[in-house]
């Protein structure tokens, strides 16, 4: 959300919505191949700057910290985090994932050295300097990037994470969902205890989940072609659907007329 925009992300494409209609598209602003950052005017869609990050620094996702002007974290399928300042175009710091993830050096069975270490999922917490992070091997961990600190650490089962989300009605909740289709629901109160886990929330992998501010609710969106939206009916019950949209989840391979 942007005002009364709406942007989505497509492919390489980003979309901006007013109203349910397009207004403006402009390419993903991590590039192609995620060896750079591109910073973009979002009223006209003209470039402003381009940067270069070092070899060895594949971006994956991208998060503007609450407070910290000018400034974005870049997350890496090496599993390092950098904080830009993308007005001066300087990096600030780098966080190394020795420190992000408790055993960066342990590769998944059959996949190359670092491939578990990759971040695949970065979020704003309600704390000011806190983020969650989301690894393909399934680790979370709730971070304090000014004093650049593990603040607890989670593993998920069933898969790397997709998408993480801090519960935003004052319940102290970490949503994260799996490329299984799972969505776990931890305790930072208890030092991160997990709390439910719904398997098979989706049929495939979660592609998105946000919590709906001020209420006890989360939407979630998968490959299977779905969205879904969960209700809480108290801070520590299980989640429970409320309500879908869904479509076939994949090719379609016979149709009928219906009726007479």
């Known amino acids: 959300m942007d005002g009364d925009a709406v942007w989505a992300a497509s492919s390489t494409l980003l979309l901006k919505y007013i109203r349910g209609k397009e207004v403006l598209r402009i390419e993903n602003p991590l590039g192609k191949q995620g060896d750079r950052m591109l910073t973009w005017e979002t009223s006209t869609g003209s470039l402003q700057s381009t940067i270069e990050f070092e070899k060895g620094f594949t971006a994956t996702s991208i998060l503007h910290p609450a407070t910290y002007l000018n400034k974005v974290i870049i997350a890496s399928n090496e599993g390092d985090l ?136 989360l939407i979630t969106s998968g490959e299977d072609n779905s969205v879904k939206q969960w209700v809480f009916d108290s801070p520590t019950a299980a989640p429970r659907l409320l309500k879908f949209r869904s479509g076939h989840h994949s090719p379609p391979h016979l149709i009928r007329y219906y009726g007479r």
């Open 82 to 217: 950098e904080l830009w300042n993308i007005q001066s175009q300087k990096r600030i710091f780098k966080f190394a994932c020795s420190k992000l993830l408790s055993a960066p050096s342990v590769p998944l069975l059959g996949k190359k050295p670092g491939h578990s270490s990759a971040i695949t999922a970065l979020t704003q917490s309600p704390a000011i300097d806190v983020v969650g992070i989301g690894f393909t091997s399934g680790e979370i961990s709730v971070y304090d990037v000014r004093a650049d600190e593990q603040l607890m650490r989670m593993h998920m089962e069933g898969g790397g994470i997709r998408a993480l989300g801090f519960r935003g009605d004052g319940q102290p909740i970490l949503a994260s969902a799996s490329s299984a289709g799972h969505i776990a629901l931890w305790d930072l109160n208890a030092g991160g205890r997990l709390l439910h886990m719904v398997r098979g929330a989706h049929d495939g992998a979660i592609s998105a989940l946000e919590w709906v501010p001020g209420q006890p609710l």
